[in-house]
Structures are given as structure tokens and as C-alpha cells.
């Protein structure tokens, strides 16, 4: 079933705000587990929730090229989520939740940007928009001091991961089976973080279980709802359009970070999350009539 614009973004937008409360779990869960204990159990709990589902799917969603486009996808995809997921999560650490969200949020300039490689036309507001999504992140997060966060520098290279995430999401769910790649995708990078965290973290069932409702939020709602949502939007989307609109985590980041973490801006930090919210309104300026040329032409070729 194709899904109608509006309905997209609606869908897009939700997992917006999942992604941007999430960040306070994240936060919260990092009081008694570490970053590749936590990423392993919401991960995995997110792509067994998901197994059900794939089950009762048609045999017709299972042909031999859906499968194949579904693995090789799923794979790539898991590769990148566990960077982006595991950079942002050491990052947390050191950071607040609403820096996260708005740093993870220039994946919105990111995207258009390394599109070139796969072929995708950058216009010059895009281009204008990373600018001022640069220069609001030095604000944001570079001192008067000029000293820069361990943990907004860890929380950036997951934005370039993460940028990479959505071009190759957008690259092969058009042609595959979104629900066993959003599957796959979990299982490598909840594998991934469980093998992370035997060598690098104590394993203690204490801490999971202390951080339970943190681990929940990120297994059912982060994992398996958001980025299943993703996945299944970009079948048809403009990967450009929707990093767009995922970008709006960022307000619901800071916004859960103010409301549940008592978590304030100081005024430079502010300015700097002005400055790249306008980074990300330029860049979809005239996205609309772009858009409408790339599904022309797609339709055309």
C-alpha cells in the first residue's frame, strides 16, 4: 500500500517525536547500564517485537529478490545504525539530552549533501542551510571559552553515520521487504552492541532491570515503532525530504530535556539552536517543487 503524502509526514513526524524523547531515556538508562548494554537490549527487544509481524506477512512479500534486496539492505543498515546508535549513546554521557537531539538533528544538511554520491541534485538553499546548521552547532556547542563537549563531538560523528543510514535506508527500501530490513537491522546492531559490551562493559542484571523503563521506551517506541516507520516512509519518500522532517527530533529533545531532566540552554546555546532550526527551514525551501520534478523524472525513466 502506497502511502499518501500527508499520511507520510504525519507518520515521519512521529517518529520525530519518539526519537526526540528518546534522547531522555537514553539519558535516563545511562544511570545504570553503559551505552553498548543498553543499545544491545533495545535493540534486540525491537526486532523481536517486529518477528510476529514478519510472520504473518504474505508468502508474495517473500520472492526470492525481495529477500535478497532485504538482507543485503538490512545489513548495511545494521552496520550503520550501530555507529550512529552507538556514537550518539557514548555521547549522551558527556552531554545533555536537548545538545544531542539538536547536534543529531544536522544529519538534515548531511543528507542532501553526501547525496551527491548517489546522484541526488543539491540546490543552494540546502547548501545555504548547512551553513547556518554549522554555525548554530558552534554556538550550541563550543564555550565562550572555545572548548568544545567530548560528548557533542561523539553525538556529531553519529550524525554523519546517521546521514549515511537514511541515504541507504532510502537506497533499498524501495526494493525489498521494509519489515525484514528494519529486522535484520536491529538483530546486526543489537549483536553488534552485545558483543561491544562482553569486552568493554560489566553485564549486570541488576542494571538492566534498574533501567528497565528506559530500556522499554527505547525497545518498543525508539526501535520498533520509530524506526520501523522510517524504513516503511522512505519505501516512497525523498530521503532528503525525510531527513527533513525527522530533524524536528531536535525539539523534542530539548523539550523532554527541560520538562523530565530539568535541563536549561544558556542564551549562546539558544542562539545556536535558533540558527540551526533556520538551517533547516532554508533547506526545504522550494523543496516541494523539487520534489515534484524528481518523482516526475522517476516516473518518466
Not at 507520510?8 to 517518529?15: H, K, Q
Not at 550512529?84 to 544536522?106: D, H, K, L, S
Not at 525539539?251 to 538551517?279: H, N, P, Q, S
Amino acid at each position: 500500500m502506497k502511502l499518501t503524502k500527508t499520511t507520510s509526514d504525519l507518520l515521519l513526524l512521529l517518529a520525530a517525536i519518539i526519537w526526540g524523547f528518546a534522547f531522555v531515556a537514553q539519558r535516563m538508562g545511562m544511570e545504570n547500564v553503559g551505552p553498548f548494554v543498553f543499545n544491545a537490549c533495545r535493540f534486540l527487544l525491537g526486532g523481536l517485537i517486529l518477528i510476529p509481524i514478519a510472520i504473518r506477512q504474505k508468502p508474495a512479500q517473500f520472492t526470492k529478490i525481495y529477500l535478497h534486496q532485504s538482507i543485503k539492505g538490512g545489513i548495511i543498515a545494521g552496520i550503520l545504525l550501530f555507529g550512529g546508535a552507538t556514537f550518539q549513546q557514548m555521547g549522551i554521557v558527556y552531554t545533555t539530552a536537548g545538545n544531542a537531539g539538536f547536534i543529531t538533528g544536522i544529519y538534515v544538511v548531511l543528507v542532501p549533501a553526501f547525496g551527491i554520491v548517489f546522484l541526488h541534485k543539491t540546490s543552494l538553499n540546502v547548501w545555504a542551510g548547512a551553513v547556518l546548521a554549522l554555525l548554530g552547532m558552534y554556538f550550541l556547542s563550543v564555550t565562550s571559552a572555545f572548548v568544545v563537549s567530548k560528548g557533542d563531538i561523539l553525538v556529531l560523528i553519529g550524525a554523519f553515520i546517521w546521514a549515511f543510514h537514511v541515504l541507504f535506508v532510502g537506497k533499498y527500501a524501495p526494493m525489498a521487504n521494509v519489515i525484514i530490513i528494519a529486522i535484520i537491522q536491529f538483530f546486526i546492531c543489537g549483536i553488534l552492541s552485545l558483543v561491544f559490551a562482553v569486552f568493554a562493559e560489566p553485564i549486570e542484571i541488576s542494571g538492566i532491570m534498574a533501567a528497565g523503563i528506559p530500556i522499554l521506551y527505547g525497545g518498543i517506541f525508539s526501535v520498533a515503532i520509530a524506526f520501523t516507520l522510517q524504513v516503511v516512509v522512505q519505501k516512497n519518500a525523498h530521503p532528503s525530504l525525510t531527513a527533513i522532517i525527522l530533524s524536528t527530533e531536535a525539539l523534542f529533545a530539548a523539550l523532554g530535556g527541560w520538562l523530565i531532566l530539568d535541563e536549561k540552554l544558556t542564551a549562546r546555546a539558544m542562539f545556536g539552536c535558533v540558527l540551526m532550526l533556520f538551517g533547516m527551514i532554508i533547506a526545504q525551501i522550494n523543496f516541494t517543487i523539487r520534489l515534484a520534478v524528481w518523482k516526475k523524472q522517476k516516473i518518466n525513466n
